[in-house]
């Protein structure tokens, strides 16, 4: 069975730091592309960052480029999102995605419809 499992959110203050992690199972991990979105209430799923373990590329959004960290640990079978300086437009639900590799070299990977696997979800929430 495919799982994605989301953890690590929480309520931080402007300012402050989080890490996010996705622990997957039930699939070839290094073998697919692993991204991270996120959902405001009201608002479409937005990609925030992708990473591509068979090129190493990562991919950001424009917004979160240069706080916001990809990386992953193919030893645990588990994707990191580090975020630092967040603000209140980063509160959402941020969800962790897996897709196939061509999502790596379309240019396609802010695309939810590209992704065949989706954790649950956990909540930030930025105080001012």
């Known amino acids: 069975e495919v799982q994605l499992v989301e953890s690590g959110g929480g309520l931080v203050q402007t300012g402050g730091s989080l890490r996010l992690s996705c622990a997957a199972s039930?699939?070839?991990?290094?073998?697919?592309?692993i991204s991270w979105f996120r959902q405001a209430p009201g608002k479409e799923r937005e990609g925030v960052a992708c990473?591509?373990?068979?090129?190493?590329?990562?991919y950001y959004k424009v917004s979160v480029k240069g706080r916001f960290t990809i990386s992953s640990d193919s030893a645990k079978n588990t994707m990191y999102l580090q975020m630092n300086s967040l603000n209140a437009e980063d509160t959402a639900v941020y969800y962790c995605?897996?897709?196939?590799?061509?999502?790596?070299?379309?240019?396609?990977?802010?695309?939810?419809?590209?992704?065949?696997?989706w954790g649950q979800g956990t909540q930030v929430t930025v105080s001012s």
């Open positions: 039930g699939f070839p991990f290094d073998d697919y592309v």
């Open positions: 990473l591509d373990s068979t090129t190493g590329r990562t």
């Open positions: 995605a897996a897709g196939p590799r061509r999502i790596g070299f379309s240019g396609r990977w802010y695309r939810p419809n590209e992704y065949d696997y």
